[in-house]
């Protein structure tokens, strides 16, 4: 089955444009992340969905990210007046159940990552 | 969540095991121990995950230790195709679904 696409792959901005980096989750995940990786580094969380629900934006790095998810399935996140320093791959992954998962699902709340977007800001 | 230690990078000739290793001293009874790699140009994908009791499955085993303070996963026969970024992410479960990722284990397969 499909997994979780991203588009577009690559993305060259300059300093000061507004981007928008859609992700697919796979259908019917409810839980929808996504994570900011600079290179060499590992990937950082940035923000959470439960359905359309955003329930945690805490890793957004400042008031020029914003994510939505209208309708519980696509999901878009979009940088304003891109600077140098937001350079780095966005990725997006999906999980079947909510979190926290019911008892019995304890552990088994596995992310499926899609292949990322590269941004670069020039 | 519990912070873990995994060595920088590791080397493996193609056929034989790997053993990744990782340090979790400070896990708490209510996280568990998720492994997670990371093939280049590509997004993380789930490996294995584990509480206590030892687990298999069809990529990987992970082994627990007794105090759970430390873990090893193991690749049984490595291919180049696993070369990777290793990552063990340490995660209480019933609490927020992020994964806190660190800097993982480069594992490279030699042929």
């Known amino acids: 089955g499909a997994g979780v696409s991203q588009s577009p792959r690559y993305k060259v901005a300059k300093r000061g444009q507004d981007v928008a980096l859609r992700c697919d989750p796979i259908?019917?995940?409810?839980?929808l992340f996504w994570y900011q990786q600079a290179l060499g580094q590992g990937p950082e969380f940035l923000t959470y969905?439960?359905?359309?629900?955003?329930?945690?934006k805490s890793g957004l790095p400042s008031d020029r990210f914003f994510a939505e998810r209208p309708e519980g399935s696509v999901s878009t996140l979009k940088i304003q007046r891109t600077q140098q320093e937001d350079s780095a791959v966005y990725l997006c992954?999906?999980?079947?159940?909510?979190?926290?998962?019911?008892?019995?699902?304890?552990?088994?709340?596995?992310?499926?990552f899609g292949p990322g977007t590269r941004l670069t800001v020039l | 969540d519990a912070k873990t230690t995994q060595p920088p990078s590791m080397d493996c000739a193609e056929g034989r095991a790997a053993n990744l290793p990782c340090n979790h001293s400070?896990?708490?009874?209510?996280?568990?121990v998720y492994w997670y790699r990371q093939i280049h140009s590509q997004g993380p994908q789930y490996i294995i995950h584990?509480?206590?009791n030892n687990e298999t499955n069809e990529m990987a085993s992970l082994i627990i230790t007794e105090d759970r303070k430390s873990s090893t996963l193991i690749l049984p026969h490595a291919t180049l195709r696993d070369t990777a970024v290793y990552y063990c992410?340490?995660?209480?479960?019933?609490?927020?679904?992020?994964?806190?990722f660190g800097q993982g284990t480069i594992l490279t397969v030699h042929p």
């Open positions: 400070t896990i708490s009874g209510n996280e568990y």
């Open positions: 969905f439960q359905n359309e629900a955003q329930l945690d």
């Open positions: 992954a999906s999980s079947l159940i909510r979190t926290p998962p019911p008892n019995r699902d304890r552990g088994r709340d596995e992310q499926f």
């Open positions: 584990g509480l206590k």
């Open positions: 259908s019917g995940h409810v839980s």
């Open positions: 992410i340490v995660r209480v479960v019933w609490s927020y679904g992020k994964l806190t």
